[in-house]
């Protein structure tokens, strides 16, 4: 393994890999790589972490530019966990994000966010609407 390193640009992302890898490690919700592809170009704020030329974390943000910003598909490769990635990735998002009240919703990792600050605030809800991914 070589040194982690930090980017918040999609420039080098080989999206197939990025998919093949998250389905590996059991982080794949149903997107196409041209769909991961597509909502990171539509976040307000995004970070990779990598070791060469391999994405081995990501995270985004969503935002309306003013007081409100979702923080969404955070991940780190499991051969990589307990090393820091995260709370980096997660300190690139916040710091583009002044001002703003940063949510999230996660179901197993309370304590790791917790240790970054986060409180909890009351019960997230939500829905699809429609099909998921709008596929037939």
């Not at 992302?13 to 597509?38: I, S, Y």
Request: hydrophobic share 40%.
């Amino acid at each position: 393994m070589s040194e982690i390193t930090f980017t918040q640009t999609l420039d080098g992302v080989d999206w197939a890999r990025l998919k093949t890898d998250l389905q590996a490690d059991d982080f794949d919700n149903g997107r196409t790589p041209d769909e991961l592809r597509r909502s990171f170009e539509n976040s307000a704020v995004i970070a990779f972490a990598w070791d060469g030329d391999r994405v081995i974390g990501k995270a985004r943000a969503l935002s309306d530019g003013v007081c409100n910003a979702y923080v969404v598909d955070v991940w780190t490769h499991s051969d990589y966990r307990r090393r820091g990635v995260a709370s980096r990735l997660m300190r690139l998002l916040a710091e583009q994000l002044d001002g703003q009240h940063i949510y999230l919703f996660t179901d197993d990792a309370e304590a790791f966010y917790h240790q970054l600050g986060y409180r909890p605030q009351g019960t997230g809800m939500g829905f699809v609407v429609g099909k998921w991914l709008k596929r037939l």
